[in-house]
């Protein structure tokens, strides 16, 4: 599996952004995607993740309630609705897959897409 990132950019503080995650695996029924964000100096962060199969979703606190982790079969791609967007949002975002659910660190996840830069400002 290959995953791209994308749609990442340059938004003011309390706006919306939607990222996407494309994958080449025709077939993700027996993965789990999540999506991770990182800033300099500090270890990549995990935010949701996401059952490609039941669709069901896990969150790290402090992304609950503003960020949405969602999929589309037909499209193969991974999705985080990013809303009410905050100053320290600003990050580069990843993409990921496993094997496993329920995964809160970088450990575990196997695939990994390039990032893309979500800059918040103020």
């Known amino acids: 599996v290959q995953l791209q990132a994308s749609g990442g950019g340059l938004v003011q503080a309390g706006d919306s952004l939607r990222l996407s995650c494309a994958a080449s695996?025709?077939?993700?029924?027996?993965?789990?995607m999540g999506w991770f964000r990182q800033t300099p100096g500090r270890e990549r962060e995990f935010l949701a993740g996401?059952?490609?199969?039941?669709?069901?979703?896990w969150y790290e606190d402090p992304v609950l309630g503003r960020f949405t982790i969602s999929r589309d079969s037909a499209e193969n791609t991974l999705y985080l609705q990013m809303n009410n967007l905050k100053l320290e949002d600003t990050a580069t975002y990843y993409c990921a897959a496993s094997k496993t659910y329920g995964l809160r660190s970088m450990k575990g996840w196997d695939l990994w897409g390039q990032g893309t830069q979500v800059t918040v400002s103020s």
């Open positions: 695996r025709r077939t993700l029924s027996n993965y789990v």
């Open positions: 996401i059952r490609w199969r039941s669709e069901s979703a």
